[in-house]
């Protein structure tokens, strides 16, 4: 059997966990050397075990190195675990759908607390009503990166798409008349009239992909019209987020900030939901939202997913893959966050008080507790482990802090074998343990790891160093050679890095009115690059001021 870890791999992460030397650390290291991966990935950390922040870092970084690695591990069946969380959150749904029916059509209503429940989803109606305004007149669809229904994820790019033969759910098929005034519909009539009428399915399918080494995250994967009318409903409903504070467009970065004081002050609780967007029920969201909104979703939305070749009448509403999935979860908490602040009589609002980011909320700890059963009403899940409403710690959007100080560990996600992959890594260790505000010790704590990530970089690469604004083109230092440029890039400060070279597929592929499709979408006219896809890498002189896109061209 394959090993699980490479041996460049062991050896750095081995080197960490030694030089931690704490109780788990070397348990950790135990568990690795005898290669016993079923408990090491189902560690865990509970933060209010700890009395300082440093301690807890050493502890989480040791447990989670390693968890969520794209591995598979024996004995551990990733795609069933994501299959038993879709059939699990569904049946959770049903039971939600079940419990707020007889409220959707209005009755029967058995006593005063059924009527206190109809008042407050109107006032979460109102809420979301007073937010979101009037349909937009317009909405500007798009093409999304992933895959859809029927085109694969290696074929699709725009034009990939748009030579497809479209599929659409049968609701969605009302927009019909709008889609074909569009370039795609036009250079698809044009090009392949045979193929051009787009094809009814009953829903998406389910697919996954890699979240850890113990399971696989559940995706839906929506008909190509349906996906590119939701994106646009997406942007749609984000603009309006926006208007009222809540900014999707930057909101990872500003709860990191918030979550980095709420540990120090304890003034905000944060917030996360398990299989949030799985656990949206159809009939809490037919509640809450306004009904024009709520017929325009309802239409792009898919009803069914087909799963192992089966279709599946689906209780929730909508999937991660649907393109406006995270801006309605997002809305959803967020209102309900602010019709519990106004019951409590508590004057906040968005972007004062409450933030929202998917199902990432932070609201005052005053209003904690009374969310958190109102999350549970609806139907959804609060996740113990990632929920803090009191205490040193507080966690969101990537960001994990104890009394503000950082101490979020560095994850592998793959194993390296390439350059570029151990200076993902070696930058990686290198961020963490100079985080802002992290114990001055924790650098020597992680340095052996990461001279051991440097050992296994050719040498002529290894000398590539610079700033972290750079990314990963280059090995972050404190110090590296720079020359100054000449030509056109005169007075440029510059320095050597490991930059990623593609081979832009020619538009020879497409046909004609495909071409003009797509540049009417905005493509370049160099030809169309596939998703996470680089020809290979090579050293060249860049600017230190700013992050060069990817080289088109040949590799050397």
Known sequence: MKPVLSQQLERIVLAYLEDANTPRSLTIAC???????GQLFSMKVDPSHYLDAESLFLDVQATEFLRKLDVNVKGVDRKQAALDTFWESERQCCRTNTRLSRFVLNGPFEDTLDERLVQFIERVRKIIDEWLGPLPKEVTPKHGSG????????LSTVPDKMSSRPTITASARHLLP?????????????DNSTNSEPKTVRGDRFSTAPKDATKFRGIGVGPSINVYYQLGVGAAMRERLARVGIDLDHGQAIHRRLASGASRYGTFATIDLSNASDTVAYQFVKAVMP?????VLDLLRSPMTRVNGKWVKLEKFSAMGNGYT???????????????ADELNVQISPSHGIWVYGDDIIVPTNVANALLACLRLFGFTPNARKTFVSGRFRESCGGDFFDGKPVRAHYVKDNPTEPQHFIALANGIRRVAKSHGAHPDRWHRLRRSWLRCLDA?????????GPSSLGDLVIHDDQWTTRTGTGDEQGWELL??????????SWDHWKPHVMLASALYGLPSEGVTPRDVV??????????????TLELGTVK
Do not use: N
């Not at 995270?326 to 519990?340: D, H, I, M, N």
């Not at 970089?457 to 160093?465: A, E, G, V």
């Not at 050597?496 to 597929?505: I, Q």
């Open 496 to 505: 050597r890095a490991y930059v990623p070279v593609t081979k832009p597929l």
């Open 535 to 548: 020809a290979g890498y090579r050293i060249k002189w860049v600017s230190c001021l700013e992050q060069p």
């Open 457 to 465: 970089i050719p040498h002529s690469i290894r000398r590539l160093r």
């Open 147 to 154: 895959a859809t229904f029927e085109d694969l994820s290696k």
């Open 31 to 37: 568990l690795l050397r005898a290669k016993e991966y």
């Open 291 to 295: 009904q024009r909104w709520f017929e």
């Open 178 to 190: 709008l889609w074909s005034e569009t370039a795609w519909a036009r250079a698809l009539m044009r």
């Open 326 to 340: 995270f801006e309605l979860e997002t809305l959803l908490f967020a209102a309900l966050a602010q019709a519990c």
